[in-house]
């Protein structure tokens, strides 16, 4: 097992550093820079016009609230449910739907069931999902393969990563086509995810942070999903109170769960509309004594609002999520790993939960 681990502790370090090379997995082929297109045969006789339903679980379903937001930039009508309330939510659906079902397994109880009935309504159905021949991608009209390689580490880190990209691809196929900028930032993902590795100081802020009361996480736009998925990644590995909260949401409740002992980790980048509200946002809980932990590229002031900065390279923001996400995962690891907890194994926790 020694081995197989590559000289890491953990088999979550592995995979998080792995990243860089996944992701080039996921991209290869796929990307005709010449042309200026996105090649993905297994894809090409969806033809569909019509809504795009993400259904998925977990780390898969902050995958999803990515890939819908990203659809949605091109005018598609997209959104994202969580798969087991998927039924109950009524959502409507028929012939006209694309069903996308983001899934790493491929064998999660409630994704594979929100997939059976969209097909009983007669919707067209699509896995992206990392596991070839997975009961997804049997049952599936159609299959995106992520290729991220098998993931052993309980919480899902590098499989993470590829969704996103995967997903970032499929819009490109479904929704407008790129631009030779958007092909090129595509490409360049991998080898800052690398850079990222490189000069991380997350190991740094956990060692500050590891007898905090609790960790929040706040995020925008494509950044929302990262809050959510840095502060499930937290509360898998580390078994503390964390949580995920869209920026502006804050004010309309966890405000009042913020104090000095509550660091909260912030994703701002660009300087954009979009990272002035987060700013606005981070400037809230300073005031409250909480202590900021600033995810950026350094293009806002966010900086001087914070305790600490976790830098990423400067690039848009979908691209900005994907680094994000890493820092937040090494910030967790090294958490887990001063409280010695179980990483690779979580009490309570399945890879793969196959009841629903
Ligand atoms: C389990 C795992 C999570 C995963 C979720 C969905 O709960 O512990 O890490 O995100 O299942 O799994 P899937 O294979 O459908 O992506």
């Known amino acids: 097992e020694d081995a197989e681990k590559s000289g890491y502790d953990h088999y979550m370090l592995k995979e998080i550093h792995e990243q860089p090379s996944s992701l080039r997995q996921c991209l290869r082929g796929r990307i005709d820079e010449l042309e200026g297109t996105v090649d993905l045969p297994e894809l090409e006789a ?23 937001e990203r659809l949605r930039t091109s005018g598609v009508d997209a959104h994202a449910f969580l798969a087991s309330e998927y039924a ?17 397994s491929g064998e999660t109880a409630d994704t594979l069931r929100a997939l059976r009935e969209a097909d009983r309504a ?19 009209d159609h299959t995106l393969y992520i290729r991220a390689g098998p993931e052993i580490g309980v919480a899902a880190t590098k499989t993470f990563a590829s969704q996103q990209l995967a997903l970032a691809l499929l819009a490109f196929e479904l929704g407008d086509e790129p631009t030779r900028g958007e092909l090129e930032a595509l490409r360049d993902i991998p080898g ?50 964390a949580e995920g909260f869209a920026a502006g949401e804050l004010k309309h409740g966890p405000l009042a769960l913020v104090t000095e002992r509550t660091p909260v980790f912030a994703v701002v980048t660009g300087d ?29 002031d966010v900086a001087r609002y914070a305790d600490h900065v976790l830098e990423i390279p400067a690039v848009d923001d ?39």
């Open 318 to 356: 979908l691209g900005a999520s994907v680094l994000a996400n890493v820092q937040l995962q090494l910030v967790a690891y090294w958490v887990a790993n001063l409280l010695g907890r179980s990483i690779d194994k979580p009490r309570n926790l399945a890879k793969s939960v196959t009841v629903e």
């Open 46 to 68: 969806i033809d569909h016009d019509g809504p795009i339903q993400f259904v998925a679980c977990g780390t898969s379903y902050h995958a999803a609230l990515f890939g819908a």
């Open 88 to 104: 109950s939510d009524r959502v409507p659906v028929d012939e006209d739907t694309l069903v996308v079902g983001v899934t790493q």
């Open 272 to 300: 954009g509309e979009t990272a002035r509200k987060t700013i606005g946002n981070v400037k809230e809980v300073e005031a409250r004594d909480a202590p900021v932990v600033a995810i950026t590229d350094g293009t806002s």
């Open 122 to 140: 007669g919707a067209t159905t699509l896995a992206v999902t990392n596991t070839v021949a997975s009961s997804a991608a049997r049952e599936c």
């Open 192 to 241: 800052q995810v690398q850079t990222v590795l490189e000069t991380t100081d997350a190991r740094a802020v956990a060692e500050t942070f590891v007898d905090a009361d609790a960790y929040f996480f706040v995020g925008r736009g494509y950044h929302y999903p990262v809050a959510l998925e840095g502060a499930l990644k937290m509360k898998e590995i580390t078994y503390r109170h």
